[in-house]
């Protein structure tokens, strides 16, 4: 006769009680095998607690409307660093190619 699981209903209390655990230095092995909720699981209720914790922490919660001007900020932060690296190499470029034509 096959074995009926039952899974637990996890509060918020508790899933944050498991996310201080791993936070505290246990491993995400060690607590996921002592609660039976498997490891990915886990670690998604640590970036949500982190991400959620930092919000909770602002004096003035952030808009909807503010939170997607943080990340498109951060896309465009991240663009212009990429667009300056590939400018350089171009720029490196085309000094070694300028360079060996001179030479010959």
Request: aromatic letters at 4%.
């Amino acid at each position: 006769m096959a074995r009926k699981v039952v899974r637990m209903r996890w509060t918020a209390e508790r899933k944050a009680d498991a996310v201080l655990r791993l936070l505290r230095g246990e491993t995400l092995d060690e607590v996921s095998r002592e609660l039976g909720v498997p490891g990915h699981e886990l670690d998604d209720w640590r970036k949500v607690f982190l991400e959620q914790g930092k919000e909770g922490l602002r004096s003035r919660p952030r808009t909807k409307d503010e939170r997607e001007l943080e990340q498109a900020q951060a896309v465009i932060g991240k663009l212009t660093m990429e667009n300056a690296i590939l400018k350089a190499a171009v720029d490196l470029k085309k000094r070694s190619f300028q360079q060996r034509r001179s030479s010959n």
